[in-house]
């Protein structure tokens, strides 16, 4: 329901295209790894997910539960809430594992959180944390890395302005572009993993970036 939920509320907001490189596979008991951006995009990696013919478990914060019909639907559907700063953060890992393992695909942000950054523009993904590459080591999981551009046209900045993107977006239709890269393995050393991982979100990122003619995608 949910990635049904994501596509149709997408389409209502923006022109949403996907793309993936030539050996990208969303295998069953993937982990999925996308950058972090805005409010609006997860929604839109699940929207374009969707129309791959794939649902994920999706580990999010912890908050979005307190919503009372979104955190009903949340734990129907099985996703996972992270909470951040806080011991029960490790037991996410712990669910995330159990997802893998009976064949579902887990879609992760590993940067942790949103960026201060109140302009619209695009920008590489922040460091990231070491729970993912905890989680592919764990467990022997491929990472397909997911490149999103454009959710910040949707919603991003101060509140105020949150709320009059999200209230506009119907009229602007601003384009959204999620790709999906190859596949890696992660194995080893949990920095250098973590790194790779980083660096393949980042190419991902970039080549969605660039279908949307983002100078950010020239950029170092």
Not at 7 to 28: H, Q, W
Not at 34 to 57: C, I
Request: charged residues 20%.
């Amino acid at each position: 329901m949910l990635g049904r939920t994501a596509n149709t509320l997408v389409s209502a907001v923006g022109r949403l295209s996907v793309t993936r490189d030539p050996g990208a596979e969303l295998a069953p008991g993937s982990i999925i790894a996308a950058n972090h951006t805005s409010l609006a995009d997860p929604a839109v990696v699940v929207a374009a997910l969707h129309r791959l013919g794939v649902t994920p478990v999706i580990m999010a914060t912890a908050g979005l539960w307190h919503i009372p019909l979104l955190g009903r639907s949340l734990t129907r559907e099985g996703h996972i809430p992270v909470h951040r700063r806080d011991r029960r953060a490790a037991g996410a890992l712990d669910l995330a594992a159990q997802a893998l393992q009976q064949g579902r695909l887990v879609l992760i942000y590993a940067e942790g959180g949103l960026p201060r950054r109140k302009d619209v523009a695009e920008a590489a993904p922040g460091d990231f944390r070491t729970g993912l590459a905890r989680l592919a080591e764990r467990t022997g999981a491929p990472v397909v890395p997911v490149g999103q551009a454009g959710a910040r046209r949707v919603t991003s900045g101060r509140v105020i302005k949150q709320v009059a993107g999200l209230a506009t977006a119907p009229l602007r239709r601003p384009d959204l572009h999620v790709h999906v890269g190859t596949p890696i393995v992660l194995a080893g050393d949990s920095a250098v993993c973590t790194a790779r991982a980083r660096t393949a979100v980042t190419t991902a990122w970039r080549t969605a970036a660039a279908h949307l003619g983002e100078p950010a995608a020239l950029a170092a």
